[in-house]
């Protein structure tokens, strides 16, 4: 069975300017969320969604947003890049009947760079 | 609110020793515990979890972990460590009542190092 596949890998972004990234989680997993990882913050929740619905939200700027799919494919998207959304930015899927005791499967990010 | 906090931000230790990464938590209920592992310029992988029962976990490549409702703690051990065990820990948790099913709180993440 795939893993969960998130695109771009890599991206530079200058600032003020805005980026959309992907993730496919494993087939199946209907509940998708997003983390942002830095060095100096580890990892901080963005959101979570599931059946199209978000049904958690992080506390960031409205700057970031995302969507699901009707095929639980994701989207997260950041608008007006500042320095400091420099990171990287890992999507992970679950099986939504663990009701929250079944385990995170990550994808390898997308790294995320603005000048 | 939930939250969990990683001491050591780097541990190191000799091939062949015992290993143990710290981890200490908050919150309101019972909570659900796991450890996940990355390497460099990798996902997280998870490694184990606690959810009920039995307060000795046994995960993915010889590792264990111990609840501690006292301590409110979930420290992260193995036997023997391996050269191949380098790498970030990260140990997260999750508050059933909080509603959702993924919002976890990861601590910061501890750097293990493995001396040949």
């Known amino acids: 069975k795939a893993g969960v596949t998130q695109t771009p890998r890599y991206l530079i972004k200058t600032r003020g300017q805005q980026v959309t990234l992907s993730c496919s989680p494993i087939?199946?997993?209907?509940?998708v969320s997003w983390y942002q990882q830095t060095p100096g913050q580890g990892l901080q929740f963005l959101f979570e969604?599931?059946?199209?619905?978000?049904?958690n939200k992080g506390n960031f700027p409205g700057r970031f947003s995302g969507r699901q799919f009707s095929n639980s494919r994701s989207e997260m998207n950041v608008s007006t890049l500042e320095l400091g959304d420099s990171a990287l930015y890992l999507c992970?899927?679950?099986?939504?009947?663990?009701?929250?005791?079944?385990?995170?499967?990550f994808g390898e990010g997308s790294r995320l760079t603005v000048l | 609110a939930q939250s969990v906090a990683q001491p050591e931000d780097q541990v190191n230790v000799a091939e062949g020793n015992p290993l143990t990464v710290k981890c200490t938590y908050s919150?309101?209920?019972?909570?659900?515990l796991f450890w996940y592992v990355q390497y460099p310029n990798r996902g997280l992988q998870f490694l184990l979890k606690?959810?009920?029962?039995?307060?000795l976990v046994k995960g993915s490549y010889g590792f264990e972990a111990e609840f501690n409702k006292s301590q409110t703690s979930f420290h992260l051990k193995k036997p023997s460590a391996l050269v191949s065990d380098s790498a970030l820990y990260f140990c997260?948790?999750?508050?059933?009542?909080?509603?959702?099913?993924?919002?976890?709180?990861f601590g910061i993440g501890t750097k293990l190092q493995v001396i040949p």
């Open positions: 969604y599931f059946s199209e619905t978000q049904r």
């Open positions: 992970a899927s679950s099986q939504p009947r663990d009701r929250g005791a079944g385990e995170l499967f």
């Open positions: 606690y959810i009920t029962g039995d307060n």
């Open positions: 087939s199946g997993h209907r509940s």
């Open positions: 919150v309101s209920g019972n909570p659900y």
């Open positions: 997260a948790v999750r508050d059933p009542l909080s509603g959702g099913y993924q919002k976890v709180t």
